[in-house]
C-alpha cells in the first residue's frame, strides 16, 4: 500500500524535527494533502495511526489540510479548478492544455512538540 510507505515517511520526518528540538513527544502533525495527489486520505491516516504507536507521535494527532486542485491556462492566463477526477486538463477559454499550479501536494506544514 502506497500510504503506509507515506506514512512512514511522513513520522520519520517529524520525528527527526522532534530530535531537533529536542522534543519528547509529538502532539499533532499538520498536513496539507492536494485533491490530485492521488493519496487515499482515509488509508493515509489508518497507516499513520498503526504506525505511530512506535515513535516519538504516539499521543499525536494527525490534522490534514485539503488543497483543491488549482489549473492555470499557460496561452490565456485563465485559472480554474477543475474536479480531480477530471484528468484531461484543457482550458475551458481556449482549449489549450494547462499547468497544474496546486493540488499535488503533499507536505508536513507544521508539527507541534513538548
Ligand atoms: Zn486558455
Known amino acids: 500500500m502506497h500510504e503506509l510507505a507515506l506514512a512512514q515517511s511522513i513520522l520519520e520526518i517529524c520525528e ?3 530530535r531537533k528540538r529536542q522534543a519528547g513527544a509529538i502532539h499533532k502533525i499538520k498536513l496539507r494533502l492536494g485533491d490530485f495527489s ?13 504506525l505511530k504507536v512506535e515513535t516519538l507521535a504516539a499521543g499525536a494527532g494527525l490534522e490534514i489540510e485539503r488543497v483543491p486542485l488549482e489549473v492555470r491556462c499557460p ?19 481556449c482549449g489549450s492544455p494547462v499547468d ?5 501536494e503533499l507536505q508536513v506544514e507544521y508539527i507541534e512538540v513538548e
Open 16 to 18: 527527526e524535527e522532534a
Open 75 to 93: 496561452r490565456c492566463g485563465q485559472v480554474s479548478s477543475p474536479p480531480a477526477s477530471d484528468l484531461c486538463f484543457v482550458c475551458t477559454e
Open 38 to 50: 492521488g493519496v487515499v486520505r482515509e488509508a493515509l491516516e489508518f497507516s499513520f495511526d498503526a
Open 100 to 104: 497544474i499550479t496546486s493540488g499535488r
